[in-house]
């Protein structure tokens, strides 16, 4: 029976439930009116005002939120900050920048990254780990505005950056005379292709050069406008005489290529991460007198250096490279110690039993040396802050560290 019905229903004629719906009226576009009326009605309008107001909050700060690898932290550093020391004016803060440090895995490079990160920089280190080492650098490593390029100077390299920090250079005695051809090369070769590249991508380009240059002076204090007093065939000249010729690369690539360079002098300075054996005599001493051997002292100890603390370089370059200045700028501290005075200060932090041998003079050792930082202070509005009674308890710290772990 149901087979029935079911094979007899499509005779049948369809019930007005099986007929097909009529098509529905599509309904009408909303025209434009119908449009604000809708952004109108429950504040709607209000929304979509907020959610752009928010999101361009976001983009326009997101440069200042973005994280420190080293403490996942957000930057402590206030949007707007007093920039007294480098001779900003208060509340002005500079714009990220991109910006390549050579030598940037070294003693000064190291702290100098660590202050372009922190406020807001994107940095790339290149260096080719001679003296320095990635233990400087390796609390950067997760931190996406950092990059490390293993690459030496000597050969050319194409990047683009903002600014142009030329560190990579061996700076001790023990390491610049090791190799001297090398060093030499690194100092003219490494120069000429920081410079080259400068000139390309229109970046500003900062020279670390040396108090060197000034040699064993007869003028005391030195000043930026005294021509030097330099051995130019000695044992410490593929320095000397390097960073000189350095000197010159640079003002000829701005007088004739128009680059925008800027040149600082640098004396002394010491802190953590300064290899541990690297001759300089600060580290010689803390070295020597952490690990209970006598300091030595080359000559009569006589000879006179001023100490400056990395935190003050490091702010000393920062302010010069964002100044108008040119240069050449001696940054170093004023303060003035025979070798006999600093080995005082070194007992006196270390060890009071601590000992003292001489021995006889290097080669060329200049008798005094001593800034003349009035120009630095005039124009760049900077100066050194830390004492050495300061400075030397915190490479003390991280020196004993580092000869426990040996
Ligand atoms: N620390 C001081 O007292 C002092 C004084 C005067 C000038 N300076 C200058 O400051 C700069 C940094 O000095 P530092 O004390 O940090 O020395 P450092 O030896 O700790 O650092 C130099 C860095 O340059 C790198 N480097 C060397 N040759 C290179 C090359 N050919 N290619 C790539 N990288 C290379 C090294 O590996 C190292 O990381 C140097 O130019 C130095 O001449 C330092």
Redesign the pocket.
Known sequence: MMKQLHKSSPTHAPSPAHAPAPKAAKPARPGPRSWIGYLLREQRLLFVLLGALIASTFFLLRPYLSLSASSHLPDARPLFSFAARSGVPAGFRPPPRRVVV????????SHLVDRLLEQGDSVIV???????RKENVAHHLRNPRFELLR????EPILLEVDRIYH??????PV?YKYNPI?TIK?NVM?TLNMLGLAKRIGARFLL?????VYGDPLEHPQKETYWGNVNPIGVRSC?DEG?RTAETLTMDYHRGGGVEVRIAR?????GPR??LD?G?VVSNFVAQALRRQPMTVYGDGKQTRSFQYVSDLVAGLMALMESDHIGPFNLGNPGEFTMLELAQVVKETIDPMATIEFKPNTADDPHMRKPDITKAKQLLHWEPKVSLKEGLPLMVTDFRQRISDE
Not at 102 to 109: D, I, K, M, N, P
């Open positions: 050579t030598g940037g895995a070294g003693f000064v490079g290149v260096d080719n780990f001679f003296t320095g690459h030496d100077v000597v560190l990579a250079c061996p700076a001790s390491h090398k690194t490494g670390t050069s040396t108090s060197e320095y960073k640098i004396f002394n300075t010491y300064m290899c690297d300089r």
